[in-house]
């Protein structure tokens, strides 16, 4: 069975900065891309940011270019998003995902993923 679990999350003022990261386990965590997508009060899911399954990819929504990075670490099994420049806008509920298939990259919809983390808390003070 595969299990996402994601930790880092807290409060924190804007211009601050936070490191999430997404531990995997029960799968082939190594052969799958891997995205973060964020969820606030009342708005639907929306994409974060991608990365594929060798690293050599990554992708953002442009609400976060050039403030958040994502990267992997294969041989930990664990999927990294670390937040500078944090914004009140971007206070939400951040979730890990793993894509569907197996070495293909694609991102951007929740349907191109088929495992979740439980999320964990992002607020970002003003």
């Known amino acids: 069975q595969v299990q996402l679990v994601e930790s880092g999350g807290g409060l924190v003022q804007a211009g601050g900065s936070l490191r999430l990261s997404c531990a995997t386990s029960?799968?082939?965590?190594?052969?799958?891309?891997m995205g973060w997508f964020r969820q606030a009060p009342g708005k639907e899911r929306e994409f974060v940011a991608a990365i594929s399954w060798n690293g050599d990819s990554t992708n953002y929504a442009d609400s976060v270019k050039g403030r958040f990075t994502i990267s992997r670490d294969n041989a930990k099994n664990t999927v990294y998003l670390q937040m500078n420049s944090l914004k009140p806008e971007d206070t939400a509920v951040y979730y890990c995902?793993?894509?569907?298939?197996?070495?293909?990259?694609?991102?951007?919809?929740?349907?191109?993923?088929?495992?979740w983390g439980q999320g964990t808390q992002v607020t970002v003070s003003s």
């Open positions: 029960g799968g082939a965590f190594s052969s799958y891309a």
């Open positions: 995902a793993k894509n569907r298939r197996s070495r293909w990259y694609t991102f951007g919809k929740p349907v191109e993923y088929d495992y």
